[in-house]
Structures are given as structure tokens and as C-alpha cells.
């Protein structure tokens, strides 16, 4: 019999051992508990750790992301923890408050570990992304690497609020989902309130059935008190601060691999993190920072689809091998010390185009700034009266509508999580039904002459003003494709109280001028000659975002709220546009 010796290699690199429930003690005495993934050989190896809230025995979690055997075989031992107070691991959950110090001790007690070589990354997506960057806060020495995943550098701003506006549908979801239905061990407590969540998510599920936007919160009564802190520091403070990447960047000098998607809702901390460490790591760590984006969801192994569009087979996280991606990166950082500093630090995916491109920063090198003007003779709520140009507006008309906030724009589209298909549609979507609405006003360019690329971050620079001291301003920028369909590309959302800066609420005086800047974030697309840009400007974007009052808090009392006349200027004083920060 001819042995093949290579063959043999290969199965003798695929055993693995496994320790389930391993129990490691914090500084104050609770025993979190992890499962350990061997090599079949004893010895020290690098270690690649994920704490996750969502349930370590869980396939979706224990391998999709970063399947054990594939590292193992890379020689890496794998470690998946339950965070404190989910699933098996002991105290109570209260989500980032605990992953600063849980985190820290848990490094620790894998350094000490004879089978341990002082080598540790992190990874995982979302809220494991989050436990990354607060790990990583406490400089522990033997931490030399992180690969967060569609998370953000703070969990205020693109996680719990967006430009000062609750996330109300995923925020809401998210927290009955973490307390009713995604930890077995505590299910059997508190069954009436469990109930009562249980029966609100599902009358509350259709974003077309919820029958009161204004006050409709779940029944968190005597579960879930880290959501009625969430609702009560409503603006960026303290609260937020000890909890936020961003504010330790300056702390963070190790090479972190991020990965965000077009249409993921965290798809804006996920840019800034990169940013931030640029802005605030040495020369050496600046150079090693790197960013994927995709035209992706939120999701542990991207699909190439984003709501009614499929962007390409070779868009998948599949198609690219991101998990042989994150160990070639560990391989660099863990194994070799090896400079990895190139030329090509962020790597995105460009819609339409259907192409992977790379460059060093972003937006993308090469890329200029440009600026469409808002036009109309008062008319731009009829789709085919506003304009979008280059030329700036001289005498124009306002255009006026009413938000109404008990009959809110239904969200349709968009970088939003917690999407339930037929109900809660987010990715790319038709927007007939927005765009014939009377609260929705339209702005639409010419066709284009030439291809055009969008490669950067965009802005809506609004002049307008409310007849309330408080409103929100909403705008989405779609494409129009050749049969005049009009497609969802991405928005974003603004409370005037807001507008100047995230710390502080200032309300604004009625009937008075006030520019606003809405941002609606990063994104990459290619658009076809015979195709246009269109522009929507509103003030509601419900389920996705809370539906404001046009009262002052102070002023509200349960369902109360005021209609509010809502008027958009364009004219030689008030300019109000679209602007590119990356046009190619």
C-alpha cells in the first residue's frame, strides 16, 4: 500500500480537542464559562477569543463567523465565551457596561495558561465586535490584534440613536429578543413579563400595523432595565462615553481589521472606527489599520444580496474567502510580527459596477467633491417637478408639506437591522410607495450623460424651517434606473434639537431658518448613463426610527403630539443641496 504522506498530514491537522464549559473567575467573583478549541498536538499556540452574548453553542456562532476546525488547523487554539449573565456564564447582563473589565480578566487568565504563547486576537460581528474594542481599551499586553465586525465606535451615535433619534424598531426587537427568546437558562423566570414581551413583538412586528408610532414602547416594566437607560440618556453623555471605542482610541495601538456593509446599520461607526484610529494611532499602527466594505447586511457570513437586489456572486463573504482573509491577518500579527502596511488598507465593493476595488484611505483616493442643488417652483412634492443640478438656485419658491406624526412615512429600505421580509423590508428597495406620498418631497437629476461612480460619503445640506421647537428631518438618496424605477441607495436622519451637537439638546425657535446637515453616510455605487439620482426630504422614517412628537419633552404627556408645517428652502440665501465627498 503506497501511503500518501500528505494526505495523512492533513488529518492529523484537522483533530481538535474541545473543553465545553470551561469556567474562568472575574475580579468579583462570577465564573463566565467558554468552550476551548485544541489543536490535536499539545503545545503553546496563539489564541483567537470571542465573547458573545448570543449563546456559544449556537452553530450561527460558534462557526460561521470563525469555524474552530479551519483555525485549528491554521494552528490556533479558539475560545467562545458566554458574556456575563447569558446563557451558561453567571451575574446580570447589562450590555458594554461589563465587557471593559470582563474582558481584561478574561485576557488575563488566557495568558497564564501553559498552552498559551502570549499571542491573543479577538473576533466577531456586532455586539462580539463590541466586546473587541472594549478589550482592547484596557491595553492588555498580550492583545495584539482585533477584526470587528459591522459594529461601531460608539454606542450611542449609529447603534442606539442616529443623529439624536431612537433606532426604535432593531432597538426594540433586538432587546425583547435578548431577554425573551435567547437564553435558555433564564427563560423559566419572570414568565408573565416574559409573556407580555412576547405578545408586543408580535403585535408590533408589520411596520404597516403599528397602530400608535407615538408611544408605543414594549411593556419593559420589570425586565430590561438597560433599555429604559438607554431611553432616558437620550443625548451622548456620560453614560455613553465610558462605554464608546472612540473615546480610547488615543489608548488602542494595535492593528484592527474592520468590516462593515453598505447596508448594515452600524455601516457608520464601522467607517469611524477605521478613522478614528487612523486620526489617533502612531505612524506604524495608522499604517496597519484595515477596512472591508460590501454591499452586505448584518450578518456573520454576508450574502451578495441587500433587500430586492443580488449585487454579484462574487460579493459574498464566501466568494472571498473572508475567514481565510481574518486568519492570514492573525498569521501576520500572531505568528510573524510581520509589517503588513501596504498600499491597498481598505478594500470595497462597488454596487452596479459589481467589481472589489482597493485603495489606501477613505473615501478612496482620487475622488473629488461635488455638489447638487435643490430646485422646484414650490412643487417638488409632484416627483416630476423637482430638480436636482449643478447650477445654484437664484428667486425659487419654498416647497411646504405636514408631518403628521400618527401617520409617520413607513420605513421602506435602507441600512437598518432587525428587517423581517413582507414586514420590515430594509436593504435596496422600490420606492413608489414613499415617493407618492404628500409628505415626501422629490428631487431628481437630468439622465446622466456618462457613468458615475459614488465612491465617499454623502451629505444633504438642508435650509429649512418648522412651525414646532422640535422635528426631525429626514433625506434618502435612490437611483432612478431605465424603466424610471426608483431604488433606495442610503439616508439618513436629523432631530433639530440635534443639529449642533449630540451632547446637548437645543430647541429650535418656530418658523425660523436653520441649515441642517444630514448625513447619510458612506457608500459605493456606479450608476449607468441612462440612469438619474434622486433625492427624498422628510421628516419620519417609522418603524426604523421613532416617530417624533413636535413637542418638547417637557410638553409631552402619553400620545400627545402636534401636526407640524414643515417648509424647504432653495434659493440664491438658502442654498439647500446634495453634496459628494467621493465622486469618481
Known sequence: MTIDTNKNEYFEKSKMSVDINVINEMRDGVKLYSDIYYPALEGKYPVLLSRIPYGKHKPRYHSLYMDP??????????????????????????????????????????????WCDGNIGMFGISYHGATQWLAAATQHPSLKTIIPGVTSDSYYDSWTYLGGVLQYYWLTHWTVGTLVLDDIQRSKFNITERNKLSKWSLDNNDANKINNPIKNFPPFDKLGGFYNDWIKNDTYNDFWKKISPKEYFDKINIPVLNMGGWYDGFLRGTVRCFEGMEESSDNYISQNQGLILGPWTHEPMPKPLAG????????????????????????????????????????????????????????????????YFLH????????????????????????????????????MGGAHLGGNPGNFDTGVQNQVDVESRDDVLVYTTATINQNLEISGNVLINLFAESSAEVTDWTARLCYVDENDKSWNICDGIIRSSFAKDLERKNYIDPNTIYKYIIDLGPISIKLKSSMKLRVQISSSNFPAYDASTNLIASKLSDGQYILANQIIHHDINYPSSLQFDGLI
Not at 458566554?82 to 447582563?93: A, L
Not at 416627483?383 to 405636514?402: A, R, T
Request: with cysteine.
Open 69 to 114: 476546525l479551519r483555525a485549528t488547523q491554521r494552528g490556533y487554539i479558539v475560545i467562545i465565551q458566554d458574556v456575563r449573565g447569558k446563557h451558561r456564564s453567571e451575574g446580570e447582563f447589562n450590555p458594554f457596561h461589563n465587557e471593559y473589565d470582563d474582558g481584561y480578566d478574561t485576557l488575563e487568565w488566557i495568558s497564564q495558561q501553559d
Open 376 to 411: 422646484s417652483d414650490g412643487k417638488a412634492g409632484i416627483k416630476s417637478n423637482g430638480k436636482l443640478s449643478f447650477i445654484k438656485p437664484d428667486d425659487e419658491l419654498p416647497d411646504e408639506y405636514v408631518y403628521d406624526p400618527s401617520n409617520p412615512v413607513i420605513t
Open 308 to 371: 430586492s437586489k443580488h449585487f454579484g456572486n462574487k460579493a459574498s463573504g464566501e466568494a472571498i474567502d473572508i475567514q481565510g482573509m481574518m486568519l492570514d491577518w492573525y498569521d501576520c500579527w500572531l505568528k510573524t510580527n510581520f509589517n503588513n502596511s501596504s498600499n491597498h488598507r481598505v478594500k470595497y465593493y462597488t454596487m452596479l459596477e459589481n467589481e472589489w476595488k482597493n485603495s489606501y484611505d477613505w473615501p478612496p483616493e482620487d475622488t473629488e467633491k461635488i455638489t
